[in-house]
C-alpha cells in the first residue's frame, strides 16, 4: 500500500510506534503487578505468552485444536453461505418467498446465536453437529439479510434495460440480480464470518472437548494463563486470516469495483 | 443493415394515467404521432409534460390507460429487443465489460461468442470505442458510456432507437459532439429514433420532425417539419431557418412552461 499523500512516511512509523508502546503498558503493567482496581497480577507478561507460543508450536495437540475448529468453521460457513444466499435471492426477488420465508427468519434473528447452545446439544446427536449448528446459524443471519437487502438495491432502471435488450426473466435473475447484489453478499460473507467466529469459540467454551476455544477455556482451568493468552491470539488471528480470504475472493469476484473501495472495504 | 420498411411507431390516443397515494394523475392524454420510417422524431416539451411516459409506453415499460401504440403493425404488450432504449444515465451494466454490455442482446438471443464479439466490435467501432473493449462502464467517461449505451442498443438492430434525454447529464462540448456522433451512426443504421429532450437547439439539430408537447397532461402542441438539409453541421444552429423555427418553438414552450407552474398545484 502506498503512503497516503496527507502522512507520507510518517504515517507507518507512527502505526509502528503505536504497537510498540502497546507491548510496552503490557509489559511494565505486569511487571509491576500494577493493581488499580484492574489487577495484573496474574496476567503473563509478553515474554512468558511468547514462550508458550513458542511451546505449542512444537506440540501437536495444538494443531489438532486448530484443525477442529477450522473444520467446524468450513463447514458451519460454507452451509450458511449456500443457504443464505439462496434464500437471500429469492427473498429479496420474489414476493411470494418473502411472505412465506421471511417471516420466520425475521422471527429468529434476534436471538443471538449462543443462546441456540442448550437447545443445539438437544437437537443434534454429536457435539461436532451440535456446534457446527450454531456456527451456520451465526454466520447464516447476516448472509441472508445483507442478500436480501443487496437484492432489493439493484435499480429498477438495469431491470428494464436488461428487458429492452431481449432478456427474459431467468436471464434477468442471472444477469442482473445476481451480480448486483453481489457487493451486498460479499459484506455479508465478511460481517458472516466474524460472527460464525464468535459463535464458534462461545458453542467451543461451553461444549468442547476439541477445538482452540477449548483449549483456552481449559487453560483457564488449569490455571496456564499464558496459555490462555496464546488461545485468545491464535482466535484473533485465524479470525484474521478467514476475513482476509472472504475479501480476497470478494474482490477476485468484483473487478468492477474500483479499487479505492476495496481498500476501504 | 434495417430496410426502409420498418421502424413506423403509430401511437394513437394514447393516455396514461398513474395512481400514487389514492390520487390519480394523469401524465399523457390522447396523445398521437405516427413516425416515417428511417425518421428521426424529436419529443420536446417542459420538464414533467409527460415525454418519458410517452417512450416508456413505446418500450412497453407502461401500459396505456388508453389508446394503442404500435411499432410496424404490431402492438406494444411487453419490452423487447426490437424497441432499443438509451437511458439519460447508469443504465450500462456495471459488472460487464464495454464488450459484455455490447454483446448482452446477442447473448439473449442465443448467437455464439465468436460471432457475438465480432458484431459487437462492429458497433463498437461505429461509435468510435474500439480499444475500450475491456474497460468497466465505470472507468469511462459520461460521454463514453452513453456511446456504448447506442451501441448496445444498435447490435440488436431494433425497429427503432428510443433515447430519453441521452444527453442531458453530459457537459455542453459533450453533449455537442455526441449529437454528432449520433447523427454519423443514424447516417450508417438508418433506424427510427423517438429522442426525448427539453433542448430545443438539440431537436432542431437532429430531427426530421419535432414533437412540441404540452404541459401535463401531454399532448401534441405542434409538429413542426425540420427542412434543414444533412448532413448538418454543427453551424447550422447559426442559420436564419433554424433561427426561425427556434423561435417559433420557443415561444410554445415557454407558453407550455408557465401552464405547467401555475397548473401545479400542492
Ligand atoms: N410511475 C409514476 N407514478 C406516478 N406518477 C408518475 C410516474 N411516472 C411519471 N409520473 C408523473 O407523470 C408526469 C409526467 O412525467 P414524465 O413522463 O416523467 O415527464 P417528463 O419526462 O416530460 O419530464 C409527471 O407529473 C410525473 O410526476
Ligand atoms: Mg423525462
Known sequence: ?????????????????????????????????????????????????LEEAAAQL???????????????????FAVATVLGIALGLLIGWFRLAEDTLFPPIEL?????????VPLSIML???????????????????????????????????VRAATSLGAGSAAIFREVVIPGALPSIVTGLSVGMGVSWICLISAEMISGQFGVGYFTWVAYGIVKYSQVVVGMLTIGVLGMLSSALIRLVGWRCMPWLPRRVKDGG | MSTGATGRI??????????????????VRAFTLMTTPGEIVALLGPSGCGKTTVLNAVAGFVAPTAGQVAVDGEAVAAP?????VVFQQHSLFPWKTVLGNVEFGLKMRGVGKAARTAQAR????????????HAYPGELSGGMQQRVGIARVLVNRPRVMLMDEPFGALDAQTRLTMQE????????????????????????????????????????RDLVAVKLARPRAATVIATPEFMALKARILTQVREESVRALSGRRP
Open chain 1, 1 to 49: 500500500m502506498a503512503p497516503a499523500p496527507d502522512g507520507g512516511w510518517q504515517r507507518p512509523v507512527r502505526r509502528v510506534l503505536s504497537i510498540g508502546f502497546f507491548f510496552v503498558v503490557w509489559h511494565y503493567s505486569t511487571k509491576w503487578d500494577v493493581d488499580l482496581y484492574v489487577r495484573f497480577q496474574n496476567i503473563p507478561t509478553p515474554w512468558e505468552v
Open chain 1, 124 to 158: 443434534w446427536p454429536t457435539e461436532r453437529s451440535s456446534i457446527v449448528f450454531i456456527t451456520t446459524l451465526g454466520a447464516f443471519f447476516p448472509i441472508v439479510l445483507n442478500t436480501v437487502h443487496g437484492v432489493e438495491g439493484i435499480d429498477r432502471q438495469l
Open chain 1, 108 to 116: 429468529l434473528r434476534p436471538i443471538p446465536a449462543v443462546a441456540w
Open chain 2, 10 to 27: 403509430e401511437i394513437t390516443d394514447l393516455g396514461i394515467e398513474f395512481s400514487r397515494n389514492g390520487r390519480t394523475v394523469e401524465a
Open chain 2, 122 to 133: 462492429t458497433y463498437l467501432s461505429l461509435v468510435g470505442l474500439i480499444g475500450f473493449e
Open chain 2, 80 to 84: 423487447g429487443a426490437d424497441r432499443g
Open chain 1, 58 to 76: 512444537r506440540g501437536a495437540a495444538f494443531y489438532g485444536h486448530i484443525l477442529a475448529s477450522l473444520e467446524r468453521i468450513w463447514l458451519g
Open chain 2, 181 to 220: 456522433l449520433l447523427l454519423s451512426v443514424w447516417r450508417e443504421v438508418r433506424t427510427t429514433i423517438l429522442f426525448v429532450t427539453h433542448d430545443i437547439d438539440e431537436a432542431l439539430f437532429l430531427a426530421d420532425r419535432v414533437a412540441v408537447m404540452t404541459a401535463r397532461p401531454g399532448q401534441i
